[in-house]
């Protein structure tokens, strides 16, 4: 950010912070509840000692992750630029360092996004959600080690992934840097497919909502990002994937890892299509993944997602509570703090099980009669018994978890037909500016609405100036002013990130992205019918429409032999053991020399048989993403 530009963005959240206002009802219940301290002793208990500085950086010296930016969140009274209850909960995330949960089990907590767990076995260690990045996860693993394991003695003799989101196996390989070479890497049953779908065949335009949901590049401050209400932020450095080597597939599954014992219950469909939670009977201890945390969750995400299914995650819940019921003594999760006492845990996981389960039904009563998303979400609210600290809209929120329910049992159609054939936004967006009168005249009824507090209608109308004229100054200074407003009144961290995200693009720009989760390390864990999927999803059908290709990919060491046909601007893949005859051209080579072509490399020692053009036909309609499109102008 140049420091101009910087100065215009601090100077218009501070201009807005006056006007900021609660934009939830409950955010006055929650600043009057604020010095409950329960929360923060449970956050602080077992603390062991962190870095001084808490700052993490790659090899080259760029920081990668960086706790104290944070530090500006030891005010215990939140500002006016943020609300009350939001500001509570990213004092509780922010606290970082090495944490004793139990006998034998430690997280450390505040180096990325989630937490990574470590559990000692006789001789080794068990290494449970390795973060984001290989840097975090090897400097989290250090830090137990200074504190636990001074000589190193302990091997990370397993690995454990709870599901297939990126923050909980990015940095396999900064606890197993040479892979797993023969460590057991445990997962849930269809972990590297979902896995795959998210971050590679999504993963580009994932990443890029992701900036906006995570608040990546706005400046850590009072103004600015404050955390993402499930962690504080993403660390940038190498992500990468260990393919699993264990599946677990059945709820009561038992494994054991150095002398440990690890029951299994499967939960698909709750907050990831294949996760797991796992009891540790010997140790009174329950691992809940990312189902029960301290926060309501998503249903579907702001970065986009599968949709979650609330009535599953709502009855895994209530079986998790008679499986570990009067055999734990502590739940951890791969987010927040842990929750100690048996009474305590059972309150936990019943809240957040009625929590789901209310949002589910009561949804599906209105869709019944007649209701939409939309009004859904403005009508529907939580029960006071529901609206404990830990079910509180922090990371996935209200409104927008009653639209994913909404989506995944009636799709996106309200069935209203004026809604059937809409004009895509620049087209309504010229249309609605011209019946308002033009540019000038849409902008001046912005601003009232606004002086008037409507500042969700403003947000409408000065959007439709600026997709109507992208060139119209004013609108977009006008527009981030109010996101402002909105970002700042906001009790859910994404939604802080995003208002204040689109804020800093219409007055800055698009920002560069600096990650991305389809990189080398992630590419290499890939199946080859997963690669050529992901080649298959770049194909730019109209520029490919009038091509007819056949080609085999050979495969020496796994004796596979892949088909690929593009037609009619599809291409699809079968195999077999023998190559076909009727094939143009024929690639013999590895799977690293697949890779390396991929990667744009060229051919290098791979063994082409026929016409070799064809090859460069194919690869001349693969389009390429677009990690930094637009989203808050055309």
């Known amino acids: 950010m140049s420091p101009i530009n910087r100065r215009q963005f601090v100077a218009a959240a501070a201009g807005a912070a006056a006007a900021a206002v609660a934009l939830h009802p409950a955010s006055a219940f929650a600043a009057g509840g604020a010095s409950d301290p329960s929360d923060f002793a449970d956050a602080d208990r077992g603390f062991v000692g962190t870095l001084s500085p808490a700052v993490i950086k790659d090899a080259a010296g760029k920081v990668v992750w960086d706790a104290d930016a944070y530090d500006f969140l030891e005010a215990e009274k939140a500002p006016v630029t943020a609300d009350a209850s939001l500001w509570r909960q990213s004092r509780l995330v922010r606290k970082h360092g090495l944490y004793k949960v139990a006998e034998r089990i430690y997280q450390v907590r505040g180096f990325d996004l989630s937490n990574m767990t470590i559990v000692e076995g006789d001789t080794g260690v068990i290494v449970i959600d390795p973060l984001i990045s290989a840097e975090t996860a090897a400097a989290a693993l250090a830090l137990y080690r200074k504190h636990r394991d001074p000589q190193s ?297 606004a002086r008037e507090g409507d500042l969700r209608f403003a947000a409408t109308l000065l959007n439709h100036a600026v997709f109507a004229d992208p060139g119209n100054g004013r609108a977009k200074r006008e527009l981030a002013a109010v996101y402002t407003k909105l970002g700042h009144g906001s009790e859910n961290a994404a939604w802080r990130n995003f208002y204040l995200t689109g804020a800093l693009e219409l007055t800055e720009g698009v920002q560069v992205g600096e990650s991305s989760t389809a990189g080398p390390s992630m590419l290499s864990a890939l199946s080859v019918e997963q690669l050529i999927d992901s080649v298959a999803i770049r194909v730019d059908g109209p520029r490919a429409w009038d091509l007819r290709l056949s080609m085999d990919w050979c495969f020496p060491a796994s004796g596979v032999v892949h088909h690929l046909t593009l037609r009619n601007g599809v291409l699809t893949h079968r195999s077999s053991g023998e190559p076909d005859p009727a094939a143009g051209v024929s690639l013999t080579m590895s799977k690293a020399q697949l890779l390396a072509l991929l990667a744009g490399k060229g051919l290098g020692d791979i063994v082409v048989r026929g016409d070799v053009s064809l090859l460069q036909k194919l690869l001349g309609v693969l389009g390429k993403p677009d990690k930094d499109f637009a989203i808050v102008t055309p």
């Open 153 to 449: 003695k302990r091997e990370v003799v397993a690995l454990i992934y709870t599901h297939p989101h990126v923050d909980h196996f990015g940095g396999a390989y900064g606890v197993l840097p040479g892979g797993a070479g023969g460590v057991p890497v445990v997962a849930p049953e269809g972990f590297l497919e979902h896995a795959v779908s998210e971050n590679v065949y999504a993963g580009t335009a994932m990443t890029r909502r992701a900036g906006y949901m995570y608040g990546a590049h706005l400046p850590k401050s009072a103004r600015g990002q404050i955390g993402c209400g499930l962690g504080q932020s993403v660390s940038l450095g190498t992500v990468g994937l260990i393919p699993p080597t264990v599946s677990v597939a059945r709820t009561g599954q038992v494994e054991s890892f150095d002398g440990v014992r690890v029951e299994f219950q499967m939960t698909p469909g709750t907050e990831a299509p294949a996760e797991m939670n796992f009891l540790f009977p010997d140790l009174r201890a329950v691992c809940m993944a990312e189902n029960a945390t301290h926060t309501m969750h998503n249903i579907i995400t702001l970065r986009g997602a599968q949709v979650r299914d609330a009535r599953e995650w709502a009855r895994y819940l209530g079986e998790s509570m008679e499986w570990c019921g009067g055999r734990v003594d502590v739940a951890f999760a791969s987010h927040h703090w842990p929750t100690w006492g048996g009474v305590e845990i059972v309150e936990l996981l019943s809240e957040q099980r009625d929590l789901y389960a209310y949002l589910h039904d009561q949804t599906l009563r209105l869709i019944n009669v007649g209701r939409t998303g939309r009004e859904i979400a403005e009508e529907l609210e939580l029960p006071p018994g529901l609206r404990g600290w830990a079910n509180r809209g922090y990371y996935g929120s209200l409104s927008h978890n009653v639209k994913g329910i909404y989506q995944r049992y009636m799709g996106w159609f309200d069935a209203n037909p004026a809604h059937l054939w809409e004009h895509p936004p620049v087209e309504e967006a010229r249309r609605y500016v011209k019946a308002l009168g033009g540019g000038a005249a849409t902008v001046a009824k912005a601003r009232r609405f």
